[in-house]
């Protein structure tokens, strides 16, 4: 299974555009030992000519223009139009996650993959996504039902090679899905759908697990990470209160979905004793000191045996 990593970083990518934060202020004036990163994007091959998508990022038309195996290549149709890129992936209907799908609304056919509750929010209750159906058949919608392993499929329904099984891994929808934000008091919407982490594998047995938002690990998550070959999880904060401190309000890590780095009960030290996969940080936010590779929480992290994902990484497992 081939990866490439378009984007690392959190909602608004770093450094983000209205913020001075220390790791933002110091990217900007060249003193900070790290990298600038677009919102967090990856795109999954078997055989490198036909990729999907796991979820849209905001920054999606960059990150594409910046991968050459996901350009149209010189022998496009007659047209002068087409793409490598087959199907997306959502893991939930968050702003950061979705709105790069309209990048791809040029009449390019595709199959995308989705909770009923996300497909409802993004495609159903969204204008703007009609843009992805001006033709017969330019998306073709699937639902992803937790616990139900699928293989993913282009529009014209030819096998990729990649199978997908989706689990839930987090209950919050997106602040603009209920009346004031207030999911709760929809009845039409399943909360385990919300957030999803893809356990994904190949026709050699190959598995990874991506979860770029991740609230908790259960015990069967954690069976599930000793049997995959690589992790790709959640990054976001270092500290529960990180954003509190630096903004001085605002809500912690698990208060938005997201499982801390550090401490007794975050996701350094519950995965410690998670050996045999290789283990990737994604979806950094920009106050979150590990951007720092000078840093001793940067050290830190890969003393525990993770690495920090970068823009524009390619791997294969």
Request: hydrophobic residues 40%.
């Given at each position: 299974m081939?990866?490439?990593?378009l984007?690392s970083?959190a909602g608004g990518?770093?450094?983000?555009w209205n913020c001075a934060c220390?790791?933002?202020?110091?990217?900007?004036?060249?003193?900070?030992?790290?990298?600038?990163?677009?919102?967090?994007?990856?795109a999954?091959s078997?055989?490198?000519?036909?990729?999907?998508l796991?979820?849209?990022?905001?920054d999606l038309?960059?990150?594409?223009?910046?991968?050459?195996?996901?350009?149209?290549?010189n022998q496009?149709?007659a047209n002068?139009r087409?793409?490598?890129?087959?199907?997306?992936?959502?893991l939930s209907a968050?702003?950061?996650?979705s709105?790069?799908l309209?990048?791809l609304?040029?009449?390019h056919?595709?199959?995308?993959?989705a909770?009923?509750?996300?497909r409802?929010?993004?495609a159903?209750e969204?204008?703007f996504?009609?843009?992805m159906?001006?033709?017969?058949?330019q998306?073709?919608?699937?639902?992803?039902?937790?616990g139900?392993?699928?293989?993913?499929?282009n529009a014209s329904?030819e096998g990729?090679?990649?199978?997908c099984?989706?689990?839930?891994v987090?209950h919050?929808?997106?602040f603009f899905?209920?009346?004031?934000g207030?999911?709760?008091?929809?009845?039409?919407?399943a909360?385990?759908e919300?957030?999803?982490?893809l356990?994904l594998?190949?026709s050699?047995?190959?598995?990874?697990?991506?979860?770029?938002?991740?609230?908790?690990?259960?015990s069967?998550?954690?069976?599930?990470?000793?049997?995959?070959?690589?992790?790709?999880?959640?990054g976001?904060?270092?500290?529960?209160?990180e954003?509190v401190?630096?903004a001085?309000?605002g809500?912690?890590?698990?208060?938005m979905?997201?499982l801390p780095?550090s401490?007794?009960d975050?996701?350094?030290?519950v995965l410690a004793q998670?050996?045999?996969?290789r283990?990737?940080?994604?979806h950094?936010?920009?106050?979150n000191?590990?951007?720092d590779?000078?840093?001793e929480?940067?050290?830190?992290?890969?003393?525990?045996?993770?690495e920090v994902?970068e823009?524009?990484?390619?791997i294969?497992?």
């Amino acid at each position: 299974m081939l990866i490439r990593f378009l984007g690392s970083a959190a909602g608004g990518g770093f450094p983000q555009w209205n913020c001075a934060c220390t790791n933002c202020a110091r990217l900007r004036a060249g003193t900070l030992l790290s990298k600038s990163r677009t919102q967090a994007q990856l795109a999954i091959s078997a055989n490198g000519h036909e990729w999907f998508l796991l979820g849209a990022s905001p920054d999606l038309r960059m990150q594409l223009e910046a991968t050459p195996p996901l350009l149209p290549s010189n022998q496009s149709a007659a047209n002068h139009r087409s793409s490598p890129i087959a199907g997306v992936v959502f893991l939930s209907a968050e702003l950061d996650h979705s709105v790069g799908l309209l990048t791809l609304r040029e009449r390019h056919p595709l199959r995308i993959y989705a909770t009923a509750s996300v497909r409802k929010l993004v495609a159903e209750e969204n204008s703007f996504f009609r843009m992805m159906e001006r033709e017969p058949g330019q998306s073709q919608w699937n639902d992803l039902r937790l616990g139900e392993r699928i293989e993913l499929r282009n529009a014209s329904g030819e096998g990729s090679g990649i199978g997908c099984m989706a689990l839930s891994v987090g209950h919050k929808f997106p602040f603009f899905a209920g009346p004031g934000g207030r999911t709760d008091e929809r009845t039409d919407l399943a909360s385990e759908e919300a957030v999803l982490g893809l356990l994904l594998d190949d026709s050699a047995g190959r598995k990874m697990f991506y979860a770029p938002g991740l609230g908790e690990v259960t015990s069967n998550l954690m069976e599930i990470f000793r049997r995959c070959d690589l992790l790709l999880l959640d990054g976001s904060f270092w500290s529960d209160n990180e954003l509190v401190n630096a903004a001085g309000k605002g809500q912690t890590a698990r208060e938005m979905g997201h499982l801390p780095l550090s401490g007794p009960d975050g996701l350094l030290h519950v995965l410690a004793q998670v050996n045999g996969p290789r283990k990737i940080l994604i979806h950094i936010n920009n106050t979150n000191p590990i951007l720092d590779e000078a840093s001793e929480e940067f050290r830190e992290v890969n003393a525990a045996g993770w690495e920090v994902a970068e823009d524009g990484w390619a791997i294969e497992i």
